[in-house]
């Protein structure tokens, strides 16, 4: 009935504000005095402004991030997100909110009473911010590799782990999801959860070199390498991997290569432990695996430091595919910038790996072995 009145009303060029005006502020509800009190009330106003900002290691705990570390992410993104309308959700506090969420994996319910904005609007925050995060960070923390960078691991592969000519580790866990909707089985994986995949490139310094994410849950081969577009680069020689090289103290050219495990399927560019039942009687295939498994420890504690810092992967995280894509890559460049110990005072990681510490027990877990010899 009030649609028909407001339609005529304009048809006919009537200029009854204050009818126009009842019509359409009768449809609005009242805002909650719980938002309404942001400014005033909110974890923003309370907690970060009169609190955190006077204590570094308060600050660091509460977004994992330094201060001049955060401001720099500040700057990259502050372009993107900065709002429109002056009084509006500050671009500092939106950084701050989506922060919060990488470092807890508290649901937006939850955020919603910390920083009084509504949970829908939490949800389109976050959104904006993570896709602002992705544009920023992955041409510095995540670029592509140049052949001297890849020459350089290699080098770092043996002096650490007295592994030649290897220029990373790789490996892939299964992120935790909500089952997305009309989605079937397909990110359903064999651990009988929903999930889908990160695949990536370690360095010897538990770096990622290259991360691939978005594949589904039900796959759990080496598959999803060949699939990748790292993977496809690596194939087709656009990675910049460096040409064969001796092993050190001999003549023997050998190509470069990446470590993986049972998952992956043994060729050029991949090298793989051998099958337990070849090393039984063989000292030295015995001594090959040994160092190549303890070399390729740095992925198990690349996930594991990311998983510590970044608790969002102790949690089914409960988005939409796309956004949780643009998640993982950001909690990856994140990652890289804590390990390069970039803008900090010391030049040393803050966060190291903690082995007794609890890994989640039903989210980053292990391919299923399916990979071909």
């Not at 782990?161 to 994986?189: E, L, T, Y």
């Not at 990160?198 to 990622?208: E, G």
Request: overall charge positive; aromatic content about 12%; proline content about 5%.
């Amino acid at each position: 009935m009030k649609r028909e009145l407001l339609k005529r009303l304009i048809e006919d060029e009537e200029e009854d504000d204050e009818i126009i005006w009842f019509l359409l502020s009768s449809k609005r509800k009242k805002v909650d005095s719980l938002y309404t009190s942001r400014v005033e009330e909110g974890s923003y106003q309370i907690l970060i402004k009169r609190h955190l900002n006077a204590k570094e290691l308060k600050f660091r705990k509460y977004c994992r991030l330094n201060k001049t570390q955060f401001k720099f992410v500040l700057s990259l993104i502050e372009n993107d997100i900065r709002p429109m309308k002056k009084g509006s959700i500050t671009a500092e506090e939106k950084l701050f909110l989506t922060l919060r969420f990488l470092a807890t994996g508290e649901t937006y319910a939850s955020l919603d009473f910390n920083y009084r904005i509504s949970a829908s609007y939490i949800s389109r925050i976050v959104q904006q911010v993570l896709a602002s995060l992705r544009k920023n960070l992955v041409p510095i923390f995540l670029p592509m590799p140049t052949e001297d960078q890849l020459k350089q691991t290699s080098g770092h592969f043996w002096n650490r782990w007295n592994v030649p000519n290897c220029f990373g580790a790789i490996d892939g866990k299964h992120v935790r999801i909500k089952a997305p909707q009309n989605s079937g089985s397909i990110f359903f994986n064999y651990k009988d959860y929903y999930s889908t995949v990160l695949l990536a490139i370690v360095d010897a310094n538990c770096k990622f070199i290259a991360v691939d994410v978005g594949s589904y849950g039900k796959e759990g081969d080496s598959g999803i390498f060949k699939k990748s577009a790292m993977g496809k680069r690596i194939c087709s020689g656009q990675f910049n991997v460096p040409q064969s090289a001796p092993l050190p103290g001999t003549n023997i050219l050998t190509p470069h290569y990446l470590i993986g495990d049972d998952a992956f399927a043994l060729d050029v560019y991949m090298m793989k432990p051998y099958y337990r039942n070849h090393v039984r009687n063989d000292r030295d295939k015995a001594i090959f695996n040994y160092r190549i498994c303890r070399a390729r420890r740095v992925t198990e504690n690349a996930f594991g430091l990311l998983s510590q810092v970044f608790r969002v992967l102790y949690t089914p995280i409960a988005i939409k595919p796309e956004l949780c894509d643009h998640l993982i890559i950001t909690i990856c460049c994140l990652h890289n910038l804590l390990r390069d110990a970039y803008l900090e005072n010391n030049g040393i990681p803050y966060y190291r790996y903690d082995r007794k510490k609890p890994k989640p027990t039903e989210n980053m877990i292990p391919l299923a072995r399916r990979g071909g010899s």
